[in-house]
């Protein structure tokens, strides 16, 4: 009565114990966030980037406009949340998009 009078919720040890299973349960079954899907070309593009191209270097490669490919990089770097060059080519290594060979 003392707990509730002093606005604090109170729950019985059967309660709570029920609670508290729940949550064990659920928390077992929440699956790990799913990596961030690129496309082919972003694939394509990220490898480059990893390589040390630069972008007028890759739309040459590739055959596609700076535009497009600056396009690529910002939308590569938005899906992985990696924002330096130097992280994009540790993902890449990483994720064995290149090697180090």
């Known amino acids: 009565i003392e707990t509730v009078y002093r606005g ?13 299973d729940d949550y064990v349960t659920q928390a077992g079954q929440i699956a790990p966030p799913k990596p ?7 694939i394509e593009v990220l490898a480059l980037i990893a390589e040390g191209h630069g972008n007028k270097t890759i739309a040459d ?9 600056e396009t690529h990089r910002e ?3 938005r899906k992985l949340g990696i ?18 060979d």
């Not at 604090?8 to 508290?20: H, I, K, R």
Request: proline share 2%.
């Open 8 to 20: 604090t919720a109170y729950f019985s040890s059967g309660v709570t114990q029920f609670v508290l």
């Open 36 to 42: 961030p899907e690129l496309s082919a070309r972003e």
């Open 61 to 69: 490669l590739l055959e596609l406009g700076v535009r497009t490919v």
């Open 75 to 77: 939308s590569i770097m």
């Open 83 to 100: 924002h330096t060059v130097a992280g994009l080519t540790k993902y890449a290594v990483a994720h064995g998009i290149i090697s180090l």
